[in-house]
């Protein structure tokens, strides 16, 4: 009898699923797949599922990729979110930029898909992960040490978020590049500046900006004012106000151990 009752379920459930529509199926999967953190097994089979169903949706696409770029398997993440792109470029490319340029600090290809998104939206600025392609332009360019163009992009992203919202509502960390910018640049002045800004915005809690003021002081050879930002950088620190990102390592990532250097060389002999 039992037997025959697990059967009979068996049954009801094959039925069931037989006569979902392929949309519902495709929700049903996915929704499956959402309820898992990207990169463990449950979600890759469910998008994996989902565009069996499906070989053409984009945002399918785009998630089985990210779950196979947070498991460390980049060859399948790129071809799995080429077709992303393929499908729905106007959404996706800017965001494959992002990837290039946090993953694989790929940096050229990272612009070139930042450019592609002023071609596909010439009537808005794409704004992967929140922040303005713009930005992540001079980040990229940052990262590429062309501090010339770093500084000409994260300007357009300053002047764009000023008057859209006020200076006060531009990403601290926009400053701070610019000033690292104009510090590698030897333009000291503007590099105060900045950091100046991200120290008053930040309200003192910020160890990367009174670091990178410690380090102009003692270029310019105010020594006693750069062991203050020193002081104040390895505090901010300690308390944990120091910028950092998940899964991979930030921009200029400050250690402990820069702190330590900072402090040495600017002990008096």
């Known amino acids: 009898m039992?037997?025959?009752?697990?059967?009979?379920?068996?049954?009801?459930?094959?039925?069931f699923f037989s006569c979902q529509s392929k949309e519902e199926k495709i929700e049903?999967?996915?929704?499956?797949?959402?309820?898992?953190?990207?990169?463990?097994?449950?979600?890759m089979n469910a998008f994996a599922y989902a565009i069996e169903l499906d070989s053409t949706n984009a945002a399918n696409w785009r998630e089985l990729s990210v779950t196979y770029l947070k498991r460390g398997i980049p060859s399948d993440w790129k071809k799995y979110y080429d077709k992303a792109v393929l499908y729905d470029a106007e959404e996706w490319q800017p965001w494959r930029g992002y990837l290039y340029l946090w993953f694989y600090r790929d940096y050229e290809k990272a612009i070139a898909d930042f450019n592609a998104s002023d071609t596909l939206t010439p009537d808005f600025i794409d704004a992967p992960q929140g922040q303005s392609v713009?930005?992540?332009r001079g980040v990229a360019y940052l990262g590429l040490e062309d501090y010339k163009n770093a500084i000409y992009y994260f300007n357009k992203n300053?002047?764009?978020e000023t008057l859209q919202a006020g200076e006060e509502w531009v990403d601290q960390k926009a400053f701070l590049f610019r000033g690292i910018s104009y510090y590698e640049l030897e333009d000291y002045e503007q590099a105060l500046i900045n950091f100046d800004k991200v120290i008053h915005y930040s309200k003192d809690k910020t160890a990367d900006a009174h670091y990178y003021k410690a380090l102009t002081l003692q270029k310019i050879g105010n020594i006693s004012?750069?062991?203050?930002?020193?002081?104040?950088?390895?505090?901010?620190?300690?308390?944990?106000?120091?910028?950092e990102r998940p899964y991979v390592?930030?921009?200029r990532q400050l250690y402990i151990q820069d702190l330590m250097i900072?402090?040495?060389?600017?002990?008096?002999?």
């Open 134 to 136: 713009d930005y992540w």
């Open 225 to 243: 004012a750069a062991r203050v930002h020193a002081d104040n950088a390895l505090k901010a620190f300690n308390e944990g106000y120091y910028n």
């Open 262 to 269: 900072l402090t040495d060389s600017l002990k008096e002999k």
């Open 158 to 160: 300053i002047e764009a």
């Open 249 to 251: 390592e930030e921009m």
């Open 2 to 15: 039992e037997k025959l009752l697990r059967l009979f379920l068996s049954f009801l459930l094959f039925v």
């Open 28 to 43: 049903q999967a996915t929704d499956y797949g959402f309820s898992f953190y990207q990169g463990k097994p449950q979600h």
